[in-house]
């Protein structure tokens, strides 16, 4: 008689602002030993995706690349997708458009819109409450006063972002950081998500309780403006959970992928 294992699962892994799928080696190890299958898609312009900034001229270019991607799949598929942060918008559009392939998708401290207001209303109360002195070494461009993109400064990962991550988690992202746009115009327009594909599709959230970045104030913000399914706190995580707690992370994400086959 055989020993019974958790059924294999498809995660689909979505980065963040300036980063790339390489900042998910860590989780995307873990769940392959798992025996799991794992996809990390680096966006428009980030990574080792080919294009240059100034190539990624609106937010559909940016989110291109996961787009191919899911296009290339079987329609009998079903997903994990996963966001962080700034990538919480990138899989909205995803879940909007393939809401047939995926069971579950998980928000790491992310935004998290609703079908009511636009994507954007969270984006700008995150701006609004951000102080000057958060930016530290950060290099803003601005069209109108509308911040148009950003380079994360080398103080500000240090300090801000890779709080609690190993030396050469830093390192690593001083290497491979590149430049992006924030795309405040678009996320405004053009983005409808409904309640029959958006609004069907379970949501779970993950507030990482020591995140400098997205502060836990904002990240609460979110969950009451969107409610998900589920919230899970991680006590003492900062910003790059999937760097400094990859194994928790993992585990959890397997948890709920099980949950909500």
């Known amino acids: ?34 025996g799991h299958r794992v996809t990390a898609v680096d966006l428009g312009g980030c990574g080792v995706n080919p294009s240059r900034l100034e190539e990624i001229a609106t937010f559909s270019d940016y989110v291109q690349p996961l787009i191919q991607f899911l296009e290339s799949l079987s329609s009998d598929e079903k997903l994990v997708l996963v966001g962080h942060s700034f990538a919480g918008l990138v899989i909205s559009v995803a879940m909007e458009r393939f809401s047939q392939l995926i069971s579950v998708t998980i928000f790491i401290s992310a935004y998290m819109p609703n079908c009511i207001d636009p994507p954007s209303l969270q984006m700008n109360q995150y ?47 001083k290497m491979l950081i590149r430049p992006s746009k924030l795309f405040l115009d678009d996320i405004s327009k053009d983005f409808d998500l409904t309640e029959d594909k958006y609004g069907s599709i379970s949501r779970v959230y993950v507030i990482c309780e020591k995140d400098q970045v997205m502060n836990e104030e904002f990240q609460r913000y979110v969950v009451k ?23 928790d992370l993992s585990l959890y994400l397997q948890e709920v992928a099980n949950r909500y086959p």
């Open 225 to 247: 403006d969107s409610p998900p399914n589920e919230v899970k706190t991680v006590p003492k995580a900062g910003h790059m959970i999937m760097l400094s707690k990859s194994k």
């Open 127 to 173: 701006f609004k409450n951000l102080k000057p002195a958060n930016y530290k070494d950060c290099r803003f461009t601005f069209k109108d006063e509308v911040p148009v993109s950003i380079e994360l400064g080398c103080d500000y990962l240090a300090r801000v972002m890779y709080e609690g991550c190993q030396p050469e988690d830093l390192i690593l992202a």
């Open 1 to 34: 008689m055989g020993i019974t294992t958790p059924s294999r699962k498809h995660f689909v892994l979505v980065h963040g602002l300036s980063h790339g799928a390489w900042c998910w080696y860590k989780v995307v190890s873990n769940l392959q030993s798992a």
